[in-house]
């Protein structure tokens, strides 16, 4: 199982993330925008997806994503459930969520350098 501690490691090598607690949430975010969330019971993790896309995502595999609370759903965000995915799978989920918040000039030099901070 993916455990917060997997999450914070991968997130602090990303360029200009902070960890931040907010009300009992471990969250990761560039600037004021925050691109993963761990819930307080660290089963949850939501992220930064295109909301156009992620009624098809939790339709496609509802025992891994899940629809975001109620006051969530103006942002381009979705959960999952973290005993439901492998290293790999949060590596790629957690740079995707990245990407969309940090400006493109950063994510092109951070691919260039072949993900290396």
């Known amino acids: 199982m993916i455990t917060v501690d997997d999450v914070r490691r991968l997130a602090l090598s990303l360029p ?3 960890e931040k607690l907010v009300r009992d949430r471990t969250t ?3 600037g004021r925008i925050v691109y993963a969330s761990i819930s307080p019971d ?3 993790m939501g992220f930064a997806f295109p ?3 992620r009624a098809a995502l939790v339709a496609a595999e509802p025992e891994k994503f899940v ?3 109620p006051s969530d759903e103006r942002y381009n965000w979705v959960r999952l459930r973290l005993a439901a995915i492998d290293e ?3 590596r790629e989920l957690v740079l995707e ?3 969309m ?3 493109k000039r950063v994510a092109t030099a951070y691919a260039s350098d072949g993900g290396r901070p």
């Open 101 to 103: 918040v940090v400006p």
């Open 67 to 69: 629809m975001p609370i």
């Open 28 to 30: 990761f975010r560039v």
């Open 97 to 99: 969520a990245w990407q």
């Open 16 to 18: 200009r993330t902070e």
């Open 51 to 53: 909301k156009e896309e």
């Open 42 to 44: 660290e089963t949850l």
């Open 88 to 90: 790999a799978e949060m």
